[in-house]
């Protein structure tokens, strides 16, 4: 037995002759866990000597007789270790401009058989290693059945710290499930699909924590072909935390495609989203071929142009559609025409999202216009500012909207989940439309619309001044009971005021 003397060759550097002894020793001692360890060990050393793509062929060679050896699985720590030359030469593989897919196969059909220890560091390595070939390789899902998605580690479950310092956005097993979740939609397995979707489902309801699982979940519910209602649930919780993300808007018009005027507004509220444009390439041509079906040949044009801009700009190539487009004598005629289509795509893809909270009723009470501020009045005594550009395009005092009210500040700004102008008349204890005459005090600097029962309103002067009223015309209102700053009082004003015909 040399496993002694093998071992002293290893440590000074003479690889290929404690080779030559441990295999010596282990033709005349085949049995022997000591002739087996030495040879074992002689044979780690040249894989990891020749983990790399250049050498493959002696790598494979070396794992092969190291397979042979039929080493017991309680030799943890020669198992352990291989996992590392393993991982390095796929990574290598990972970074190559054509991936080695068929020796990557060889290679795992090769490891299937190692009595790897799980779970352990090592082996969530081994894993790390494959899922940098997620993307390029056909066989990653079999990978991972293999491994098994129950020989994760504690650690696995928290974002990684890189040696730099950086935090991961996400931890080992989201991405793992992720990457599964992706290829099967790729591959439209929906059988595959209808099994994974429990797990993923079970992973999103332990780890609230983790902020992708119900945005694959509802992609493969798409895929299924699941009901509109179960997949809404998964995707709109995901969409309310990433409304600013392109990519959320897109999945959930994918959800709605039964529904044109949603999945349009969700369309147009994605390629709305502050993002390069190169990102949003594959909208446009979408965009393009759903104004096309619906005869909006200017705006079908306008998109396809920007697509085919973006793809010129990157030197990409031009898909056969946008080509065949081109040639159509809708895009020929529609030249120098302006797009016409008209969708409120705010407020509606505010609605899908929003939907399950309920309304509360707002009145306009004054609007900065430069910096798309307004300013309303939304209960008895209760008042609140909020950008509104990113809800509607325009809000005029007197306007009647429908508010989900997400919170507000002690100062009184306001983050809102949905604005919506309505149309409905409106009449509460903060809010009403009166009748009444013009009057004023003795030197004509206030005025207020009295009603017959003797209750007083106030006008603006600026409002009074521009309509030219005068005492006891004529007149109805809408009347808002708001804050006045210059008094540092609640009470009554006129917001909108017509004169009578009477007049």
């Not at 020989?151 to 990457?179: C, H, W």
């Not at 929003?354 to 707002?362: C, K, L, N, Y």
């Not at 209760?382 to 005029?396: A, H, I, P, Q, T």
């Not at 708001?482 to 917001?495: A, F, I, M, P």
């Amino acid at each position: 037995m040399a496993f002694k003397e093998v071992m002293n060759l290893r440590k000074t550097g003479n690889s290929q002759e404690a080779y030559e002894m441990a295999i010596n020793d282990y033709q005349q001692n085949s049995d022997d866990i000591w002739s087996k360890r030495a040879l074992g060990w002689c044979l780690f050393d040249a894989i990891k000597a020749n983990a790399s793509f250049a050498h493959r062929d002696e790598f494979i060679a070396k794992l092969s007789e190291l397979n042979a050896l039929e080493i017991p699985a309680d030799e943890t720590m020669i198992w352990n270790n291989i996992i590392w030359p393993i991982n390095a030469i796929v990574r290598e593989c990972s970074n190559m401009q054509i991936i080695p897919t068929d020796f990557l196969s060889t290679l795992f059909d090769l490891i299937q058989v190692f009595p790897f220890s799980k779970p352990s560091k090592e082996y969530s390595v081994l894993l790390k290693a494959f899922m940098t070939i997620k993307d390029k390789w056909q066989r990653f899902t079999e990978f991972c059945d293999w491994w098994g998605f129950d020989n994760f580690q504690d650690e696995d479950y928290t974002p990684e710290i890189l040696p730099n310092g950086r935090k991961m956005s996400i931890s080992t097993v989201e991405g793992a499930y992720l990457a599964y979740a992706k290829q099967l939609i790729n591959k439209r397995d929906k059988d595959a699909i209808s099994m994974f979707i429990p797990k993923m489902q079970d992973l999103a309801e332990k780890h609230p924590e983790m902020q992708y699982p119900n945005y694959y979940i509802g992609k493969m519910l798409i895929a299924q072909g699941g009901t509109k209602e179960e997949t809404m649930s998964y995707i709109v919780p995901f969409v309310r935390k990433k409304q600013s993300e392109f990519w959320a808007w897109h999945l959930l018009a994918e959800a709605l495609a039964e529904d044109d005027e949603k999945c349009m507004a969700c369309l147009l509220r994605a390629v709305h989203c502050h993002t390069q444009e190169q990102f949003l390439v594959n909208l446009y041509l979408i965009l393009a071929d759903a104004f096309k079906q619906l005869k909006y040949y200017a705006d079908a044009r306008f998109y396809l142009d920007k697509y085919i801009k973006v793809k010129e700009d990157t030197q990409a190539r031009i898909s056969y559609n946008a080509s065949a487009m081109q040639k159509e004598d809708w895009y020929i005629a529609s030249a120098n025409q302006k797009p016409s289509y008209e969708l409120d795509y705010l407020s509606i893809s505010n609605e899908v999202l929003f939907a399950d909270i309920p309304e509360t009723d707002a009145v306009v009470s004054f609007v900065n216009k430069d910096k798309k501020m307004a300013t309303i009045v939304y209960g008895q005594k209760k008042e609140g500012f909020f950008k509104f550009d990113r809800y509607v395009k325009k809000l005029n005092i007197g306007d009647i909207l429908k508010i989900r009210i997400a919170e507000v500040s002690s100062e009184g700004y306001m983050k809102i989940n949905s604005v919506r102008v309505s149309k409905e008349n409106l009449s509460n204890d903060y809010f009403q439309k009166v009748n009444g005459v013009v009057s004023t005090n003795m030197a004509k600097t206030a005025y207020f619309l009295k009603t017959a029962d003797s209750n007083s309103y106030y006008i603006p002067a600026e409002q009074a001044k521009r309509m030219q009223l005068n005492p006891e015309d004529k007149i109805s209102a809408l009347v808002l009971y708001s804050y006045n700053k210059k008094r540092s009082e609640w009470s009554w004003s006129c917001l909108k005021i017509e004169v009578s015909p009477s007049h």
